[in-house]
């Protein structure tokens, strides 16, 4: 039966932990607040390793929560993370994605700094500042790095935050063993969509969405163990979802993955959704890594990387490619439909849409199409935010439950 | 004789027939032996990507499958220029390189963008009847392509 305007204006039917006002996926001042209280809280996957394979490597990296950074590997081959920012006049420093810098110099006025962070040289300094000023004080602003689960470099803007592992705690135990060897990216490519970057997470934290996806449906959902999968939720917002055997050759033209990874089982696929925007998808022969960067409340960067193993031969590595590409390549069967999704839903619930609420509101025990993985990413939103999700500036007249 | 000309029309025409989604005429430009690739260079990672890679048989079932998938059915419009034509008259083969420039068009208002830039690489079988493709590579320069696109360019 349709609605009429109160009706549609009216909570859902559910507890509050089981819906969200729309406003937190359109509304600018949210945003703001996100990248103060979330962003700049938590750890986030800036690149991998193997992007900086050299001594003096670097990548540059937006960081959600609005700093640019470089991210360089230094002489002693420890990777450092600063502000991309020349502490002179603010301009950029590296303005390439990528390179290999034992000076970095900017090219506006010459200064210049080492891959640790020091300033070695203020051109004509002392005529300019005298004893006043020096290298001592013009430092290039560090930013906390590590490295770790499966090889990602690791960033946390905020000083007093806790360890990267404090962070993760045991969220990324279904992969531990499979990510024991070195890992090595063969794909990148970003995509900018119009769409909030919870409304990404969201989809990679539910598979109910298989409805979209005709290979997931064919190779996974009527297939036998589908439905047994179950969602594990851990402290700080991460969830897990554990394996089933997909059956790839279920999908016409399609074949059984002939490259595995090591410790999973043939056919095997586990994911994991780490708060506040990165996804491990490892999916029979290939690890995927998702990682949002929002620009705003309705535009998102995602980065997606595709990763095999260092030690694959060229032919193993061939077929890994070719497994990523056939469902998450630019041209993959699936990923245009989850971005296209997403999409969709941003057209939907721009402010102004009189778009109200979105449900989460399955339960079927926790199991694949359950969606406490959402639930529980939004707890911790809330948490965060000192706002709940179902009503973030209390306008809508709900009180949460006692 | 130059086959220059013979192989524009079938650069063309391997294109309009992809607009039109008329995959069978396209498969019909193309060589029993056909391969086809898009491959894009990434600085990020400095590594060269192929982003899709199949046989002629392969071709045939991602365009069989095509309507079973959620798709963007924004029209695409490919523009290509011929650049260079080699021709081996000994091995009956060409070596193609042409520009290509790839539009979309919202069904939503009609509103056009250019969604990719690249060339194509392309390989011709001159033995037989008419010209075909043997191998295609699709070699972007674009490699932001928003929400994607599930028909190859």
């Known amino acids: 039966?349709?609605?009429?305007?109160?009706?549609?204006?009216?909570?859902?039917?559910?507890?509050?932990?089981?819906?969200?006002?729309?406003?937190?996926?359109?509304?600018?001042?949210?945003?703001?607040?996100?990248?103060?209280?979330?962003?700049?809280?938590?750890?986030?996957?800036?690149?991998?390793?193997?992007?900086?394979?050299n001594a003096f490597d670097y990548r540059t990296f937006s960081h959600p929560g609005g700093a640019p950074?470089?991210?360089?590997?230094?002489?002693?081959?420890?990777?450092?993370?600063?502000?991309?920012?020349?502490?002179?006049?603010?301009?950029?420093?590296?303005?390439?994605?990528?390179?290999?810098?034992?000076?970095?110099?900017?090219?506006?006025?010459?200064?210049?700094?080492?891959?640790?962070?020091?300033?070695?040289?203020?051109?004509?300094?002392?005529?300019?500042?005298?004893?006043?000023?020096?290298?001592?004080?013009?430092?290039?602003?560090?930013?906390?790095?590590?490295?770790?689960?499966?090889?990602?470099v690791w960033v946390n803007v905020d000083d007093d935050s806790c360890s990267l592992r404090e962070y993760i705690g045991d969220a990324m135990g279904l992969l531990d063993e499979h990510l024991s060897q070195p890992l090595e990216v063969f794909h990148y490519h970003k995509a900018v969509v119009e769409t909030n970057y919870k409304l990404w997470h969201d989809t990679n934290s539910e598979f109910y969405h298989d409805y979209m996806h005709y290979f997931n449906r064919i190779t996974g959902m009527i297939q036998p163990g589908y439905f047994d999968r179950k969602y594990t939720g851990y402290p700080n917002g991460h969830a897990s979802v554990g394996s089933m055997a997909i059956k790839y050759d279920a999908y016409?033209?399609?074949?059984?993955?002939?490259?595995?990874?090591?410790g999973l089982a043939p056919g095997g696929w586990v994911l994991i959704d780490l708060f506040p925007g990165m996804t491990y998808n490892l999916r029979t022969s290939v690890l995927r890594m998702d990682t949002a960067i929002p620009l705003g409340p309705n535009k998102l960067v995602i980065e997606f990387r595709g990763l095999g193993l260092k030690s694959d031969t060229p032919e193993e590595r061939a077929e890994r490619i070719r497994d990523h590409n056939t469902i998450w390549g630019p041209f993959g069967r699936n990923l245009h439909e989850d971005l296209l999704g997403v999409y969709g839903q941003g057209r939907a619930m721009r402010e102004r849409t009189d778009s109200k609420w979105v449900i989460h509101g399955r339960e079927e025990n926790s199991t694949?199409?359950?969606?406490?993985?959402?639930?529980?990413?939004?707890a911790e939103w809330s948490r965060r935010m000192g706002r709940p999700a179902f009503d973030p500036y209390g306008t809508r007249g709900i009180k949460a439950a006692a | 004789m130059d086959p220059r000309h013979a192989i524009s029309e079938l650069v063309a025409r391997s294109c309009m027939t992809l607009d039109d989604k008329d995959f069978a005429a396209y498969l019909e430009l193309c060589d029993p032996q056909y391969r086809y690739t898009i491959t894009a260079y990434s600085p990020e990672i400095r590594k060269d990507m192929t982003w899709l890679e199949h046989d002629?048989?392969?071709?045939?079932?991602?365009?069989?499958?095509?309507?079973?998938?959620?798709?963007?059915?924004?029209?695409?419009?490919?523009?290509v220029t011929l650049y260079t034509v080699e021709h081996d008259e000994a091995?009956?083969?060409?070596?193609?390189?042409?520009?290509?420039?790839?539009?979309?068009?919202?069904?939503?208002?009609?509103?056009?963008?250019?969604?990719?830039?690249?060339?194509l690489h392309d390989t011709v079988n001159l033995a037989g009847d008419?010209?075909?493709?043997l191998e295609r590579n699709v070699r972007l320069d674009t490699r932001m392509l928003g929400y994607g696109y599930h028909i190859p360019f």
């Open chain 1, 69 to 152: 950074l470089i991210v360089i590997r230094g002489e002693d081959m420890k990777v450092r993370s600063f502000y991309n920012i020349c502490p002179h006049r603010g301009n950029t420093l590296l303005y390439d994605p990528v390179g290999n810098a034992k000076r970095i110099t900017c090219i506006f006025h010459a200064w210049s700094f080492n891959p640790k962070g020091d300033c070695i040289d203020i051109s004509r300094g002392k005529q300019g500042y005298q004893e006043r000023f020096g290298c001592e004080q013009a430092g290039l602003r560090e930013v906390k790095t590590d490295i770790g689960y499966g090889g990602f």
């Open chain 1, 368 to 378: 694949i199409h359950d969606e406490m993985g959402m639930r529980h990413f939004y």
């Open chain 2, 130 to 133: 008419k010209p075909r493709l």
């Open chain 1, 252 to 262: 016409e033209g399609s074949k059984a993955r002939g490259v595995g990874w090591p």
């Open chain 2, 56 to 79: 002629r048989e392969g071709m045939k079932t991602l365009f069989t499958n095509l309507p079973r998938h959620n798709s963007d059915q924004s029209p695409i419009t490919r523009h």
């Open chain 2, 91 to 119: 091995a009956q083969k060409a070596k193609v390189v042409s520009a290509l420039q790839v539009f979309r068009t919202q069904l939503d208002g009609g509103a056009t963008e250019l969604f990719a830039v690249g060339k």
């Open chain 1, 1 to 53: 039966m349709s609605r009429n305007a109160q009706e549609w204006e009216e909570r859902p039917n559910f507890p509050e932990t089981h819906f969200v006002s729309t406003e937190i996926y359109t509304d600018e001042a949210l945003f703001k607040e996100e990248q103060s209280k979330i962003f700049n809280k938590c750890w986030i996957i800036a690149c991998h390793e193997s992007e900086l394979v």
